[in-house]
């Protein structure tokens, strides 16, 4: 009796719950049954083996909440473990979720900015355009520069005429002066101090272009000469001027005024 409270006692101390189940005595960790040594024993052995039993029970008790917290502990060790893995799980489908409207949203992007097969033919239609703009625009710009041309040639080609035409009809009225000096000349009264200034008039009207023409064995010239008088003579072979009344003068190319002379005519056989 004293050995079996000792042995109930001792499996109460090193927390192992004892079950007696058909007069069997059944462990709990190794799920194994004995027979008491006394099927038969008295009550009071029985007594005894519950209230061991009974004794036993707040030990199993006390051990199951670690057990518990042991079980509990290692599963949430496993969760935090297993926690990764799907949250990696819920992450890439979410990632690949981005990652694919980015890919189409770049595929768009590529394709708008790609040249399309009718950009070319646009492009080169605005650039024949361009083209035939710009050599309207060059065809305008050469006429205009041209038009300019004619038009600064014609007004100098004027301004000089109108110069010309002013000089020239000065120059007419000093022709008369000119002629009398010229008498004087012949007559030889071109002396002294009037020769000096008959000298500077005749330079200065040279310096404006006044020429004098006309002289005794010139040929007839119609276009440059006045006949006032006709005669035939052995001696020239040509219509020639044998006498000068009036020298005729020629500002530039242009006639002043005829010269009047005396013509001569070869004879006729």
Do not use: W
């Not at 819920?90 to 980015?102: I, N, W």
């Not at 530039?252 to 005396?262: K, N, S």
Request: with cysteine; hydrophobic share 35%.
């Amino acid at each position: 009796m004293t050995d079996k409270s000792d042995a109930s006692t001792d499996a109460a101390a090193a927390g192992e719950r004892i079950v007696i189940r058909d007069k069997r005595k059944v462990s709990p960790s190794t799920g194994t049954g004995s027979k008491p040594a006394d099927v038969g024993e008295p009550d009071e052995s029985r007594e005894s083996n519950g209230s061991e039993a009974a004794a036993s029970e707040p030990a199993a008790q006390d051990k199951a909440p670690a057990d518990k917290a042991a079980a509990d502990k290692a599963a949430v060790q496993d969760k935090d473990q297993k926690a990764p893995a799907a949250t990696d799980a819920k992450v890439k489908p979410t990632e690949a979720g981005a990652t694919k409207p980015a890919e189409e949203k770049a595929a768009q992007e590529r394709e708008a900015t790609a040249p399309s097969e009718a950009e070319p033919a646009k492009d080169s239609a605005e650039v024949g355009e361009l083209r035939s703009a710009l050599d309207e625009r060059t065809a305008d710009l050469q006429r205009i520069t041209a038009e300019y041309a004619n038009y600064r040639k014609r007004v100098d080609r004027d301004r000089a005429m109108a110069g010309e035409l002013a000089v020239g009809m000065v120059l007419t009225e000093l022709l008369a002066v000119l002629d009398d000096i010229d008498r004087a000349r012949d007559h030889g009264d071109l002396t002294g101090p009037f020769a000096a200034v008959a000298d500077k008039l005749t330079t200065v009207t040279s310096k404006f272009g006044l020429t004098a023409f006309g002289a005794k064995g010139d040929a007839f010239d119609p276009n440059r000469h006045e006949a006032v008088a006709h005669q035939t003579s052995s001696e020239v072979t040509e219509p020639t001027c044998i006498d000068v009344m009036r020298r005729g003068y020629l500002l530039g190319e242009r006639l002043l005024r005829p010269a009047l002379v005396a013509v001569a005519d070869p004879e006729s056989e």
